[in-house]
T-cell receptor, first 114, second 115 residues
Framework: NAGVTQTPKFQVLKTGQSMTLQCAQDMNHNSMYWYRQDPGMGLRLIYYSASEGTTDKGEVPNGYNVSRLNKREFSLRLESAAPSQTSVYFCASRAAGYGTDTQYFGPGTRLTVL | GDSVTQMEGPVTLSEEAFLTINCTYT??????LFWYVQYPGEGLQLLLK?????DKGSNKGFEATYRKETTSFHLEKGSVQVSDSAVYFCALSNAGGTSYGKLTFGQGTILTVHP
């Protein structure tokens, strides 16, 4: 099993450009999440998908959109990138049900917006 | 809302020293508590967890006890190694209500262990 995979690993954008970060999991998990990691601030939730076909905003959703394409895939889109979106982005997934609250993380995408 | 506070870092220790990283939380209900570790250039890995009061999570020589009375989940290790150098995150998951099990993280503590 690959677990949670993310592409690309690194990306440099100019202000105003758009891009989509891809995430896929092969653990048959229902819930998926996108976080951003900034120095001294831990990880903050951008969007999540509790199950296939649903998405909801997290703490810092402005400037982002998401698509839960199917049970495996959850993408994050930046429509018009800004320097404030320079960060490391992590995707995570979680099984459903009582006692299964552990999230599994991908390796991350390091994004720089110039 | 829910929140997690970790001790300020970075922490620098010599090999075989004792490690404590403090973590306290604020949450409604009965959250699960986690420690995640991030090695350089990698994603987060679950280190240990505890799902109810007085539970002790342990893994790779690390331990943490869920103390509801002090709302704490401090991470300890008796003898650290150079390979333990990483960033450590305390987190909670409040699966009740509409939170859908999302994690709330502390700010992270950088640990550096010297030979």
């Amino acid at each position: 099993n690959a677990g949670v995979t993310q592409t690309p690993k690194f990306q440099v954008l100019k202000t105003g450009q758009s891009m989509t970060l891809q995430c896929a999991q092969d653990m048959n998990h229902n819930s998926m999440y996108w976080y951003r990691q900034d120095p001294g601030m831990g990880l903050r939730l951008i969007y999540y998908s509790a199950s296939e076909g649903t998405t909801d905003k997290g703490e810092v959703p402005n400037g982002y959109n998401v698509s839960r394409l199917n049970k495996r895939e959850f993408s994050l889109r930046l429509e018009s990138a800004a320097p404030s979106q320079t960060s490391v982005y992590f995707c995570a997934s979680r099984a459903a049900g009582y006692g299964t609250d552990t999230q599994y993380f991908g390796p991350g995408t390091r994004l720089t917006v110039l | 809302g829910d929140s997690v506070t970790q001790m300020e870092g970075p922490v620098t220790l010599s090999e075989e020293a004792f490690l404590t990283i403090n973590c306290t939380y604020t949450a409604t209900g009965y959250p699960s508590l986690f420690w995640y570790v991030q090695y350089p250039g990698e994603g987060l890995q679950l280190l240990l967890k505890a799902t109810k009061a007085d539970d002790k999570g342990s893994n790779k020589g690390f331990e943490a006890t869920y103390r509801k009375e002090t709302t704490s989940f401090h991470l300890e290790k008796g003898s650290v190694q150079v390979s333990d150098s990483a960033v450590y995150f305390c987190a909670l998951s409040n699966a009740g209500g509409t939170s859908y099990g999302k994690l709330t993280f502390g700010q992270g503590t950088i640990l550096t262990v010297h030979p």
